[in-house]
């Protein structure tokens, strides 16, 4: 996807909090996810943010929308080595098909 | 709920031969599945997109003979790769979206590692 940026590696320690960033230049992106994949594995969605709204927070997860700088984060609070894995920041066009960063490998250390 | 079911998770197969890869969904219905392949510590490319009873559309550079794709249900695609050489070995994935509920986003199956030996 040369359409979504993510930089590709984040080494974190366990208990810190993780902030992992995107940007995207499309501007009619109507939904923003992000989608988790461990070794082996397919993809998890782990949230989604519509294009009306800033901030999205579910349980650790929290999701910052910056629409004028097309800029995504995700914030990983209290990390776990269970958080250990790829995270995939994708946008799609009214509901359609999805493009994907090239994803970011969280590392979460003792 | 939105749960995607792929099938094998794990094939290795012949040069020559060809391999079908189902996906299913097993809880909703799904006019629309995206087949994707992915590379060692690399993304997802979209190779196809699979809608229920007609043609799939196919991504620029990918061979739509080479890689059949089958959705003749609400519930079922399947990826066929035929006469698979080496280079076709990868992870594929394929995803659906449920019709009615947009908090389901897109659901992705467990993906399935093929080696062509």
């Known amino acids: 996807g040369e359409d979504v940026e993510q930089s590709l590696f984040l080494s974190v320690r366990e208990g810190d909090s993780s902030v992992i960033n995107c940007t995207y230049t499309d501007s009619s992106s109507t939904y923003l996810y992000w989608y988790k994949q461990e070794p082996g594995a397919g993809l998890q969605l782990l949230t989604y943010i519509f294009s009306n709204m800033d901030m999205k927070q579910d349980q650790r997860l929290t999701v910052l929308l910056n629409k004028k700088d097309k800029h995504l984060s995700l914030r990983i609070a209290d990390t776990q080595t269970g958080d250990s894995a790829i995270y995939f920041c994708a946008e799609s066009m009214n509901d359609y098909k999805l493009s994907f960063g090239a994803g970011t490998t969280v590392t979460v250390r003792a | 709920g939105a749960v995607v079911s792929q099938h094998p998770s794990r094939v290795i197969c012949k040069s020559g031969t060809s391999v079908k890869i189902e996906c299913r969904s097993l809880d909703f219905q799904a006019t629309t599945m995206f087949w994707y392949r992915q590379f060692p510590k690399q993304s997802l490319m979209l190779m196809a997109t699979?809608?229920?009873?007609?043609?799939?559309?196919?991504e620029q550079g990918v061979e739509k003979d080479k890689f059949l794709i089958n959705h003749a249900s609400l519930t079922l695609s399947t990826l066929t790769v035929t006469s698979a050489h080496p280079e076709d070995s990868s992870f594929y994935i394929c995803?659906?979206?449920?019709?009615?509920?947009?908090?389901?986003?897109?659901?992705f199956g467990s993906g399935t590692r093929l080696t062509v030996v």
């Open positions: 699979s809608n229920e009873g007609s043609k799939a559309t196919y």
């Open positions: 995803s659906a979206k449920a019709n009615s509920n947009l908090n389901y986003g897109y659901t």
